[in-house]
T-cell receptor
Framework: NAGVTQTPKFQVLKTGQSMTLQCAQD?????MSWYRQDPGMGLRLIHY???????DQGEVPNGYNVSRSTTEDFPLRLLSAAPSQTSVYFC???????????????FGEGSRLTVL | GQQVMQIPQYQHVQEGEDFTTYCNSS?????IQWYKQRPGGHPVFLIQ???SGEVKKQKRLTFQFGEAKKNSSLHITATQTTDVGTYFC???????????WGAGTKLIIKP
């Protein structure tokens, strides 16, 4: 199994450009999410999804869109990039259910985005 | 809103010394998770604690969940170079689908 695959690993954008970060998982996980990680800070949730056709906002959703047309894929779209969106982006997925309704998050290797 | 505070931000140790990071939540948690992120890498799940007062060990790592389920700690005995990285705690909030993360504690081994 490949686990969680993110592309691209690195990207440089100019202010105002748009782009899509791709995320795919092959573990049949219902839950998928996007985080951003900035120096000295923990992970901040951007958007998440608990199944195909269902998405919801996290802590820092502004400037980002997501969709979930299949169980496997959860792309993150930057509509009009800004320097404040320079960050490392992680996609993560997990199984939903069990006694606690939370469980191990499996992360992709990250996408390092620089907005000039 | 709900917060998870993690201290210290950094800890410098000599190889062989112990390391501890502490996590405190503003509200009671149903469970808490710990992750390790190596430099340049992605977070990797270490453990999930669910029960009040729970203590779990993984070789040289000891994880504790407080009696009130509002705090947790990770203790590493006799650190090794392979332990270098940032350790994060995370707890669920809202619908339990979301996790709120501590800012992490970076373990640095002094040369």
């Amino acid at each position: 199994n490949a686990g969680v695959t993110q592309t691209p690993k690195f990207q440089v954008l100019k202010t105002g450009q748009s782009m899509t970060l791709q995320c795919a998982q092959d573990m049949n996980h219902e839950y998928m999410s996007w985080y951003r990680q900035d120096p000295g800070m923990g992970l901040r949730l951007i958007h998440y999804s608990v199944g195909a056709g269902i998405t919801d906002q996290g802590e820092v959703p502004n400037g980002y869109n997501v969709s979930r047309s299949t169980t496997e894929d959860f792309p993150l779209r930057l509509l009009s990039a800004a320097p404040s969106q320079t960050s490392v982006y992680f996609c993560a997925s997990r199984y939903v259910g069990g006694t606690t309704n939370t469980g191990e998050l499996f992360f992709g290797e990250g996408s390092r985005l620089t907005v000039l | 809103g709900q917060q998870v505070m993690q201290i210290p931000q950094y800890q410098h140790v000599q190889e062989g010394e112990d390391f501890t990071t502490y996590c405190n939540s503003s509200t009671t948690l149903s469970n808490i998770q710990w992750y390790k992120q190596r430099p340049g890498g992605h977070p990797v799940f270490l453990i999930q604690l669910v029960k009040s007062g729970e203590v779990k060990k993984q070789k040289r790592l000891t994880f504790q969940f407080g009696e009130a389920k509002k705090n947790s700690s990770l203790h590493i005995t006799a650190t090794q170079t392979t332990d270098v990285g940032t350790y994060f705690c995370a707890g669920p909030f809202g619908s339990n689908y979301q996790l709120i993360w501590g800012a992490g504690t970076k373990l640095i081994i002094k040369p």
